[in-house]
């Protein structure tokens, strides 16, 4: 059989073994759909101001914790306690419901605003589908880091 890196579900990774087990593999696709997000919104007319002001927040407070997030844990700052287990569990269940509110806000403005220009149209609607799969990213990463969280 061939040796593995892949760490035990009931203990946390850290250095490059983040690249390798579940749930911390979505770090990477978390940061990339979420980065296109905020990129598509902020490239458009932020109109009206409220609703986009909060996908806005959505995506940037996101963005920044998952990356702090990632540091964290590639240089081993949780020494493998079962309180970052919990913390990783409720940070990526409220980023998930962060990102489904903030779809959903997307989705209902896109819908507004299609007889505008097509080209902002065509980038609204980009960023719906990225922050919907920002949404499912961190809502599978969520559901693994409660099977991690119960299992440390």
Same mark, same amino acid.
């Given at each position: 059989m061939a040796a593995t890196t892949a760490q035990p579900m009931g203990s946390l990774p850290s250095g490059l073994g983040i690249c390798t087990t579940a749930p911390d593999i979505f770090y990477l696709p978390e940061l990339v759909f979420g980065g296109l997000v905020w990129i598509l919104v902020a490239s458009t007319?932020?109109?009206?101001?409220?609703?986009? &002001?909060?996908?806005?927040?959505?995506?940037?407070?996101?963005?920044?914790?998952?990356?702090?997030?990632?540091?964290?844990?590639?240089? &081993?700052?949780?020494?493998? &306690?079962?309180?970052?287990?919990a913390a990783d569990f409720a940070y990526h269940g409220l980023a998930a419901f962060f990102y489904l509110s903030a779809g959903v806000d997307l989705a209902y403005i896109t819908f507004q605003k299609r007889s505008g220009t097509f080209k902002i149209y065509q980038i609204d609607i980009a960023a719906v589908v990225f922050a919907y799969l920002a949404t499912l990213l961190y809502f599978?990463?969520?559901?693994?880091?409660?099977?991690?969280?119960?299992?440390?």
């Open positions: 007319h932020v109109e009206p101001p409220n609703p986009l &002001g909060w996908v806005m927040f959505v995506s940037v407070f996101c963005f920044v914790m998952t990356f702090l997030w990632m540091i964290i844990f590639a240089a &081993g700052g949780h020494k493998n &306690g079962s309180g970052w287990a599978i990463h969520t559901i693994l880091s409660a099977i991690r969280w119960k299992n440390f």
